[in-house]
């Protein structure tokens, strides 16, 4: 009570007892019903099962006598059964017996045949049962196996007959590598005796460079016992200065970096004496191509190193002084170049030629002179300094090469040394005795790089010096001077250029007319030569001949103007035009020895052109240079029937004299007179000056130059009939000339 007054919770909880308290009570209840049923189904269970168990006692009693009775008729039908089963079986035995064990014994006797080895036998049973078929695969079997063995036995043959051939080739082998075995052994025999026989050294170094083998000739040449030698290693024989450098090279040579050493070396022998020796190295490979070692062949060349610094000392040096000969000198002074450049400084070439060396030689022999040779090339070369280079070349010819040279004055001591050195006296026995002979030298310098040239360049510029000095008096030295080399440079492109003209056919003549003035006859042409330059077309003589100017080349082409002037005469000839020719000859060709012969060899070739029909114009300075010796050609042509002129007569310094001796038979009047003779009183005076004094001698008279007719008119007032100028012709080529000469009529108040 005191709950439901005052706490509601409380109430709620009493609520909550009472609900579980009524649900056990129901729960109770519902237990004890389900008791009560238990009770009473067990006891329902229990009836039953004690009726069953009746039930299964009575059924139990029955089915065992049923069990008895049934096991009673199936003992009796088991033995009706068994008493059938018996009598079939005898009665199937004896039917198998039959159908089974005589096929079977027949397969037995066939397979007792085949196991003693007669594959042919076969099985014949006569039925077609299983047995039948297990016959005829027997049968079949059998057949393979006849076949296996046939195929086995082929084989086998075959095998025994490869046996046989193999076992006949092992044998033909071995007695073939006994063969070569033996042969290997008389070869490694013989072979031991060649190297042991061979007089050169024969050595087998192996890897690591030590000798595994040597022949005797090894041991003699090196002074080593065989032992000493076998195991040393063998850079130990080379000069201990190259050990290294040869290590090298035969460390390539192991690695195939090079194929073979080949060489000339020095080698030291066990006394320590050094020797040269040539060496030929190679790499020995075994069959496989592994690598075994190096084979060395080592000849002594000790007689032919002298020799051959004997040959070296004779292809370099003078025999006679010793001195460095022309090839060694070429040597030197190229070397000096590369010195000079690299040290910036000067070397002088000094080109030196014995003035009077072959008077001496002609007067007192060639013993002498020689000994005049050696005691003046020791005395010249004690007076250059130690690093000069002084060379014989010739007979009296020497070149010296002055180095380290800082200006051109340094070398005017030591030209003044050898050439006081050159002209000393020298005491030779002679043929007479005891005799002084003296020279003197002539020296021509060149100064390089003033002069920047190579070896042969300054050569042949002292050369060229060395003749100025010569002519400038003798004991003497004159400097190279390249303006004048210049000079000769072009004189000798001038001569080049006019000797491919001739050859290429581009020299022409044209011819200019010469008349009388007086009857108008022609009386004949002055062949000029022109040059047909390919580039620049016709040129004038005065356009190239004074370059050629007293050189060699200048003879060919005055020939060549005098035998093509004849060959054209000929051919005028030939078509009816007879007219005189003359042709301009120089000085220089004047005065060589064989133009007489020359000439008369021209006429002889042209013997169709009369020789008077040559005139040959001479220049009056010519004549003037060498009158002795011009007038002697003069003569000897004249009197081969060749006439003379004297050309630009009044240009030079000519006497009475000279002009009576000179078989002269025309004087040509100066063109530059005679073209100014209108207008100059002077020149007026010259012209008949010559004029008279031609009349005077006897002498024909032409003048050139005659442009106009009142020139004619003047000169005809003189007296001088012949004449020739553009005023009557220009100078034509040869094929106009005939057209010329038909056409030509004079002036006619020259006919007056």
């Not at 002077?682 to 006897?698: K, Y």
Request: proline share 3%; glycine share 6%; net charge negative.
């Amino acid at each position: 009570s005191s709950f439901a007054a005052g706490d509601q919770s409380g109430r709620l909880l009493l609520f909550r007892i009472e609900s579980d308290a009524l649900e056990f009570m129901t729960g109770y209840a519902s237990s004890q019903r389900s008791q009560r049923q238990n009770a009473i189904t067990e006891s329902t269970l229990y009836g039953i099962s004690d009726e069953f168990k009746l039930a299964v006692q009575q059924l139990d009693l029955s089915v065992t006598q049923a069990m008895r009775s049934r096991i009673t008729q199936v003992l009796v039908m088991v033995l009706v059964i068994f008493v059938v089963s018996v009598l079939c079986a005898l009665v199937m035995a004896r039917s198998l017996g039959r159908a089974i064990l005589l096929p079977l014994r027949s397969l037995v006797g066939v397979t007792q045949e085949i196991a003693r080895g007669n594959l042919h036998a076969r099985a014949d049973v006569g039925v077609d049962d299983e047995v039948g078929e297990l016959s005829g695969a027997f049968n079949q079997m059998a057949c393979h196996l006849a076949e296996s063995r046939a195929e086995l036995l082929s084989k086998q043959a075959a095998l025994q007959q490869a046996q046989d051939g193999l076992e006949q080739r092992i044998q033909e082998r071995t007695e073939q590598l006994v063969a070569a075995n033996q042969l290997i052994s008389a070869r490694e025999l013989l072979v031991n005796q060649i190297m042991d026989t061979a007089p050169i050294s024969i050595i087998l170094v192996d890897m690591t460079g030590r000798i595994t083998q040597a022949n005797n000739s090894m041991v003699e040449m090196f002074g080593y016992s065989m032992d000493a030698l076998i195991g040393m290693d063998y850079v130990a024989l080379v000069d201990p200065a190259e050990r290294d450098m040869r290590r090298q090279n035969m460390l390539a040579l192991m690695n195939s970096e090079i194929p073979l050493v080949d060489l000339d070396r020095k080698f030291r022998r066990a006394n320590g004496e050094e020797f040269w020796a040539h060496l030929t190295g190679k790499l020995v490979c075994g069959v496989a191509g592994e690598k075994l070692g190096l084979v060395g062949v080592i000849a002594d060349i000790t007689a032919q190193r002298q020799h051959q610094q004997q040959l070296e000392h004779i292809a370099h040096f003078d025999p006679l002084t010793g001195l460095p000969n022309r090839l060694l000198l070429a040597d030197r002074l190229q070397q000096a170049l590369i010195q000079c450049q690299r040290k910036n400084n000067m070397l002088a070439v000094a080109y030196l030629d014995l003035d009077g060396f072959k008077a001496v030689n002609d007067s007192h022999g060639h013993d002498a002179g020689d000994d005049l040779l050696v005691v003046l090339s020791r005395r010249m070369k004690e007076s250059l300094r130690e690093g000069d280079t002084l060379a014989r070349i010739g007979g009296d010819e020497f070149v010296a090469v002055l180095v380290d040279l800082q200006t051109v004055e340094d070398c005017q001591p030591l030209l003044q040394r050898l050439l006081h050195a050159a002209c000393s006296q020298v005491t030779s026995n002679t043929r007479a005795g005891p005799t002084a002979l003296q020279v003197s030298a002539s020296i021509g310098v060149t100064i390089f790089p003033r002069d920047p040239c190579d070896a042969d360049g300054l050569m042949r510029h002292a050369d060229q010096a060395m003749y100025v000095a010569k002519q400038s008096g003798k004991n003497g030295y004159h400097l190279f001077d390249l303006a004048q080399d210049e000079a000769i440079k072009t004189q000798h492109e001038s001569q080049e250029r006019m000797r491919s003209a001739l050859m290429q056919n581009e020299l022409v003549l044209y011819y200019q007319p010469k008349v009388n003035m007086r009857t108008g006859r022609v009386t004949g042409a002055e062949a000029l030569i022109r040059w047909a330059h390919p580039q620049h077309g016709l040129l004038a003589p005065a356009a190239f001949l004074p370059a050629i100017e007293d050189l060699p080349v200048s003879i060919e082409v005055g020939e060549w103007v005098i035998s093509s002037a004849m060959a054209q005469m000929s051919t005028w000839q030939a078509m009816g035009l007879n007219l005189p020719v003359s042709v301009n000859i120089s000085a220089y060709q004047l005065q060589q020895s064989r133009f007489a012969t020359r000439l008369s060899e021209l006429l002889a070739a042209y013997a169709d052109v009369h020789p008077s029909w040559i005139q040959l114009e001479v220049l009056e300075t010519s004549a003037l240079e060498d009158m002795g010796k011009v007038g002697l050609v003069m003569h000897a042509c004249h009197a081969m029937g060749v006439n003379f002129a004297l050309d630009d007569f009044g240009t030079g310094y000519s006497t009475l004299t000279y002009l009576k001796r000179l078989p002269a038979g025309t004087l040509k009047i100066d063109q530059s007179f005679v073209r100014d003779m209108l207008d100059d009183p002077g020149d007026l005076a010259i012209v008949n000056g010559v004029v008279g004094l031609a009349r005077s001698f006897s002498r024909e008279v032409i003048a050139e130059g005659v442009e106009s007719r009142f020139h004619g008119d003047k000169l005809l007032a003189m007296g001088c009939e012949l004449a020739q100028g553009y005023g009557i012709a220009r100078p034509m080529p040869a094929a106009q000339m005939h057209q010329w000469v038909d056409n030509w009529h004079r002036e006619a108040r020259w006919a007056a």
